[in-house]
């Protein structure tokens, strides 16, 4: 192991979380990203992907193990202002306008006012939603509101982007739009991404690399490396390598659920 | 457009004045029913003990005195003596509520420690206090109608607080999160975040608060022997109810209309200050 974890954008080494209700989420992660990655963790509900998103963001502790982002530890990536989170709600202020959501994160850094406001342009630009600066989040639909909180995310130029199925709770329309508009925002940022969801395909078409988890205890199944040509686009989704991919994706879940039964069949137990 | 306001205004003054002609009809209807039937229960019905609305009305343009000012004159300053109390006593019991809702939604132990302090403080009735805290303050120099606002913000400050500690804990786990990811410390989330979250919370204490310090200061008047105010006109009228029953039905008026001023002045307040989404809206 003699890879340079200071050159890393994410170095997950060792992650087990067990909470204090007793519940094991993680046992034993590795995990390494290569600044401008785009690495999407998918698994069944409950294998502990959003928790692995937290401890990244250091907004849970591990119980062993260490994570460094950008070469430090999460803590201090954290505070540093290294990352921004999307959650599968936005979680929009609706005291806030649209424009004083995104705004949001610059004030916390301090910036002026009219430097806030070119900034916020910028971001509603890049998301296409200039014209809704003065809405209220309540009065946009789920997708906008989602653009809304990924310009929040954005706009104080994290180097990472922690994303918690940001598209989970969209239509299937809405969500292959979105994946688009995302892939050309990351591609011009030029930021590293972890992205977590349930949906095959979508992992597929944005990932470089799909990290699959399997359940009970969460831990890494298989990690499956996404070579498909870019920039990608509608035709990527008719590719007959993307199929191939897709499928060795949902071999790889089935077999995580294979290996890894419920402890009560695994040891005997009767509940 | 305009026409379509125009008549949901009417509308809206209409619907206003539908109670108080109910309650009037109700009065004059149950007061005729009762006499005719000469019914004595639950208490026998005359003009002494329901005077006719109209008497009620016209007992405002009377002298309480020969040759003084109309009893509405008088009401009105006591009215306004009250209020500065029940003002005083809203604005010190919002204040002590608000800080003590952010202690305890802060310091967990504080929350189990001192909450059932809190709650028993509003069981200790008011009029067994009153005439303490305003004679011991007294006796300190400090002026009657400062008393009177410290027992109306001792009913005051339990709403804010205990609603106020709700707002701030309403946040869920992701908006708290969110604030953390920026580094946020717990001054800006109690700024940021908890603050705002927890207006609508607020705002329905302050209504509650609004009417409450009203009471108190009303209440606080009485066994504190204070002249100059509602209360003390209600225990001055009170005496001379079999003579003049009207002055006291006329300054209970005078005590529901300031209520529903201050209510309202609470509500036009909560328009211009709360913008939440309609569902957030408690
Ligand atoms: N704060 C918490 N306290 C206790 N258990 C938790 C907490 N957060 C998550 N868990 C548990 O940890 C496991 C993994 O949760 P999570 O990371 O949310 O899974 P996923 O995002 O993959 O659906 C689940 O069994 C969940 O119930
Ligand atoms: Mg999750």
């Not at chain 2, 539908?18 to 208490?43: C, D, H, N, R, S």
């Not at chain 2, 028993?120 to 008393?147: D, E, F, N, R, Y």
Request: proline share 6%; charged share 15%; glycine share 8%.
């Amino acid at each position: 192991m003699s890879v340079d974890a200071g050159s890393k954008a994410v170095s997950i080494r060792g992650v087990s979380k067990t909470f204090r209700t007793g519940t094991t989420a993680l046992v034993d992660i590795d995990l390494e990203v290569e600044p401008g990655e785009f690495v999407s963790l998918i698994g069944p509900s409950g294998c502990g992907k959003s928790t692995v998103l937290r401890i990244v963001g250091d907004l849970v502790q591990p119980s062993a193990g260490s994570v460094l982002v950008n070469g430090k530890p999460a803590h201090r990536a954290r505070l540093d202002h290294d990352y921004g989170i999307v959650f599968q709600d936005a979680v929009l202020y609706d005291w806030r306008t649209v424009a004083k959501n995104v705004s949001l994160p610059l004030e916390m850094l301090g910036w002026s006012r009219a430097r806030r406001k070119a900034r916020v342009e910028e971001m509603l630009e890049l998301v296409e939603l200039r014209g809704f600066e003065s809405s209220r989040p309540w009065q946009l639909s789920g997708g906008m509101q989602q653009r809304v909180s990924i310009a929040r995310a954005l706009s104080f130029d994290p180097s990472l982007l922690l994303m918690d199925e940001p598209f989970g709770a969209l239509d299937e329309m809405t969500r292959e739009r979105l994946n688009l508009e995302l892939l050309q925002i990351w591609e011009k940022a030029g930021s590293t991404v972890i992205f977590v969801t349930h949906s095959i395909p979508e992992a597929v078409f944005l990932s470089t690399r799909v990290v699959v988890m399997s359940s009970r205890p969460g831990r890494i199944a298989d990690v499956i490396p996404v070579d498909l040509p870019r920039p990608r686009g509608v035709a990527t989704r008719e590719d007959t390598r993307f199929f191939e991919l897709v499928t060795a994706v949902r071999e790889a879940l089935a077999a995580g659920r294979v290996e890894a039964p419920p402890r009560s069949l695994a040891t005997g137990e009767v509940y | 457009m305009q026409g379509g306001n125009g008549s949901g205004t009417l509308r809206k003054l209409a619907t206003l004045l539908v109670v108080p002609v109910a309650l009037i009809v109700l009065w004059e209807g149950y007061k005729w029913l009762w006499q005719t039937t000469g019914w004595g229960w639950p208490f026998v019905v005359n003009d002494t003990t329901m005077p006719h609305v109209y008497s009620i009305l016209q007992a405002f343009s009377q002298p309480t005195t020969t040759g003084g000012p109309p009893l509405i004159q008088s009401l009105l300053h006591a009215a306004w003596f009250t209020m500065k109390e029940a003002i005083a006593g809203f604005l010190l019991g919002g204040v002590i509520g608000f800080g003590l809702a952010v202690l305890l939604a802060h310091v967990r132990l504080l929350e189990r420690g001192l909450l059932p302090f809190v709650v028993g403080s509003q069981t200790v009735p008011i009029l067994a206090i009153a005439p303490m805290v305003v004679i011991g303050l007294g006796s300190k120099g400090v002026q009657g109608w400062k008393s009177v606002a410290i027992l109306a913000a001792w009913l005051t400050f339990f709403p804010v607080a205990i609603n106020t500690l709700r707002g701030l804990k309403s946040p869920d786990r992701r908006a708290v999160e969110l604030m953390q990811s920026y580094a946020a410390s717990q001054w800006s989330i109690l700024w940021r975040l908890r603050v705002p979250a927890s207006l609508p919370y607020i705002f329905t204490a302050l209504k509650i608060s609004a009417t409450a310090s009203v009471i108190g200061a009303i209440i606080g008047e009485t066994p504190a022997s204070i002249q100059d105010g509602l209360g003390g006109a209600i225990v001055n009228f009170n005496q001379y109810y079999s003579l003049q029953p009207t002055f006291l039905w006329a300054t209970n008026i005078i005590c529901a209309a300031m209520g529903l001023v201050f209510f309202g002045l609470v509500v036009i307040a909560e328009h211009l200050v709360v913008r939440r989404a309609p569902e957030n809206v408690v």
